[in-house]
């Protein structure tokens, strides 16, 4: 930060030599993260030792211990885990294959949707009736639908800023219901995927009140195979799902601090679990390696923080955001002093884009933080978003957010599937993460004025 914008913050940085001595600061925090391999390291770890941590499994409890390891050795204070009751469901097998007159049935790579009901012992076999929407799937008639298994042919393609992926998700989230409820005797959709494998991907659905399905993803190749198939006369596929549900299971999210001067808290979160079919090394691997990463290097390079920075790896966001709410409830009494919360779950692309949702006050702090990051060629996105699943809870009771934009381009690639492995990170946009959140944690926690509040809004 130079006097000159100084000036512009007269009000909030009276004095130039605060300015300079933030400057500093920020210029030492990027200089050693940049030559720090730490982050690397961490997520290294996390998919090595511990790898696939799906909320209610084994590998779940054993991210736990991990989490509050690392996190101790990574200098963090108050370092401890708090109670949250998991559900547990487990996919056992997914095996879908399609009938071929002149050879034997051709197995097709697919992984159940998360939470999708089984099928019984003999399977699900049924003639298959091809859509390349959800709006198409709404526009036919239970007639069309009754007793087949609907396929939803719809592919995704690459984005930066990951609409195609949100523009699409709803078919894998609530095609289900509405196949349910026309009376479809099971759902296959297009992986939403934009890499042509033969990698499944999965990921959540909500069946509401709608009579409950079996719902898989098909690989990108899988599903081209299928398409091919339907469109040249129509084929029947044979579906056997084993998912079942277990009982709730007690675990845990992790918490540990950079304790600042006051009782007031800027807060830093990523998701300790994965799917289950996935060693998560960016989702949320990354995200976890760059909120500890930036709480690490502030306690390292810079002095005590005026407040207090937390990191809080979230439980379950992947099988529905139980560990953000827990969080939420428990801290309750303590959300007025919450100032800022900021979320990593976009994998290890560089940032590109500062999104944000700051009351008007906060706007200085805003123009600093881009000042700070200018290095990094970061332009200022939008003022209403920033928000992710896990700080959710937090926006929603007045809490201002912050979200540094990745670069997704290549994130879909692998996004919830078994290819999300080591070999695909970043390693240069890993550490750039590190930089950018460390820049603001720092920045707002030791911000001089207020950052403000969020009006409330319901759920
Ligand atoms: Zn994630």
């Given at each position: 930060m130079k006097c000159l914008h100084l000036l512009l913050l007269a009000v909030l940085l009276p004095v130039c030599g605060q300015g300079q001595a933030a400057d500093a600061t920020l210029q030492k925090l990027q200089a050693k993260i940049a030559d720090d391999p730490y982050s690397e390291y961490l997520v290294t770890t996390l998919v090595n030792e511990v790898g696939p941590r799906f909320a209610g499994s084994d590998g779940y409890e054993h991210a736990v211990i991990w989490a509050l390891q690392k996190l101790q050795a990574a200098g963090l204070k108050n370092v401890h885990a708090e109670p949250v009751i998991l559900p547990r469901w487990v996919r056992g097998r997914s095996e879908v294959s399609l009938e071929v007159s002149s050879v034997d049935n051709v197995p097709l790579a697919a992984a159940a949707i998360g939470g999708s009901v089984g099928t019984d012992a003999q399977g699900i076999e049924a003639e298959v009736v091809r859509v390349e929407s959800l709006d198409q799937l709404r526009q036919l008639t239970t007639a069309q639908v009754r007793g087949r298994i609907v396929f939803i042919d719809q592919r995704i393609q690459p984005s930066r800023d990951a609409s195609t992926y949100v523009a699409a998700y709803p078919v894998r989230k609530y095609a289900p219901a509405e196949a349910g409820r026309k009376g479809a005797a099971a759902i296959l959709i297009r992986s939403l995927?934009?890499?042509?494998?033969d990698v499944p991907h999965t990921g959540d659905l909500d069946y509401g009140d709608a009579p409950k399905i079996p719902a898989l993803a098909l690989s990108n190749v899988a599903a081209d195979r299928l398409s091919a198939v339907v469109r040249a006369g129509g084929a029947t596929v044979t579906i056997k799902l084993d998912t079942r549900e277990l009982g709730a299971v007690y675990s845990a999210y992790v918490v540990a601090d950079v304790p600042?001067?006051?009782?007031e808290i800027v807060l830093l979160g990523a998701h300790l679990d994965s799917w289950?079919?996935?060693?998560g090394a960016e989702d949320d691997g990354a995200g976890v390696a760059i909120v500890t990463g930036a709480a690490r290097a502030i306690l390292r390079h810079?002095?005590?923080?005026?407040r207090t920075i937390r990191v809080v790896l979230y439980a379950d966001e992947e099988f529905g955001e139980i560990g953000a709410r827990a969080y939420a409830d428990a801290h309750a009494a303590e959300l007025g002093r919450h100032v800022l919360a900021m979320e990593a779950d976009g994998g290890s692309g560089p940032v590109w884009r500062l999104d944000s949702k700051l009351p008007d006050v906060g706007a200085p702090f805003r123009l600093a933080l881009l000042d700070a990051l200018k290095p990094f060629g970061i332009a200022d996105g939008s003022h209403d978003g920033g928000g992710g699943s896990d700080i959710k809870p937090l926006m929603m009771q007045g809490v201002p957010v912050l979200g540094p934009r990745?670069?997704?381009?290549?994130?879909?690639?692998?996004?919830?599937?078994?290819?999300?492995?080591?070999?695909?990170?970043?390693r240069a946009g890993l550490r750039q993460n590190v930089a950018v959140y460390a820049s603001a944690a720092w920045l707002a926690a030791n911000w001089p004025g207020s950052l403000g509040r969020l009006p409330p809004t319901m759920p």
């Open positions: 995927s934009t890499a042509q494998d600042g001067q006051t009782d289950d079919i996935t060693p810079a002095k005590k923080p005026k990745q670069d997704m381009s290549r994130y879909f690639d692998v996004h919830h599937s078994a290819a999300d492995t080591l070999d695909h990170l970043d």
